[in-house]
């Protein structure tokens, strides 16, 4: 077997069943109608994350979703942001701020992201949001980030690159990898998923202690790495480009 058929067969086996879409799409009903409850049909949601971007797997995943409130609305971000956080908190979720999102654990790890936003204009395409930990606002769109991941043509080799931070215990954010990931393969062929991971792997070898990443929606915006996970990564990437059989490499 080659490495491109060994690669392909574990993604095959972390295909998302059509039960545990149902369970997420039921989940976003619920999550939906409670907040419709307070804030009418005004605001628009939409899926984001591995989901929208059709990168999710079985080994670990969890749901995005994203609110936009129209750009008439009169509320401040920090007021929005707070008054989503209230009203689900109303409707009895145990939710947990973090810097743009507000997070529902569920059971098993998993959990769900409510990311409040204001719309820039009436297309919906550009919005702003809060960044709670530090009071000030960013401004991006989801479905450029979206279209970035599936245009990119890497979307598979994005889903093989999160084994192998599953594997190697990680702390490394999605959007940093899918970045660094479509960085790495520009201009190359992805047809074979064995050599793509490789390139990958010996990128950040190479590359990730220095590399700037920035938000495809938004240049202004910097996508962040600490020192530490930086090394960490070069350290692992490194380790995993030598290595001799893949099951030492992909989760």
Not at 46 to 71: C, E, H, Q, W
Not at 95 to 112: C, E, M, Q
Not at 131 to 138: A, G
Not at 221 to 239: D, F, G, K, T, V
């Amino acid at each position: 077997m080659t490495a491109h058929e060994y690669l392909v067969n574990i993604l095959n086996n972390q295909k998302m069943q059509q039960v545990e879409l149902n369970t997420l799409q039921h989940l976003r009903s619920q999550i939906e109608a409670s907040l419709r409850l307070d804030h009418g049909t005004a605001p628009r949601f939409y899926y984001g994350g591995s989901y929208g971007k059709n990168t999710l797997i079985r080994a670990a995943y969890d749901l995005d979703i994203v609110m936009y409130f129209p750009s008439t609305d009169y509320r401040s971000l920090g007021d929005l942001f707070r008054a989503v956080h209230q009203s689900l908190i109303k409707a009895n979720y145990t939710v947990t701020a973090k810097n743009v999102a507000l997070r529902l654990p569920y059971d098993g790890g998993f959990h769900i992201d409510v990311v409040p936003g204001k719309a820039q204009d009436t297309t919906f395409q550009y919005a702003t949001l809060y960044k709670s930990e530090e009071n000030s606002t960013r401004q991006t769109s989801i479905k450029v980030h979206i279209d970035t991941v599936r245009n990119s043509g890497a979307r598979e080799i994005i889903k093989l690159m999160k084994l192998w931070r599953l594997r190697n215990n990680l702390s490394w954010q999605s959007f940093a990898l899918e970045q660094t990931v479509i960085r790495a393969l520009d201009g190359k062929s992805k047809n074979d998923y064995g050599s793509c991971v490789l390139t990958v792997l010996q990128f950040i070898r190479d590359n990730i202690l220095t590399i700037r990443l920035v938000d495809p929606a938004n240049t202004n915006n910097i996508i962040e790495m600490s020192p530490a996970i930086r090394q960490q990564l070069r350290s692992y990437a490194a380790n995993s480009a030598s290595a001799a059989n893949w099951n030492q490499i992909v989760y």
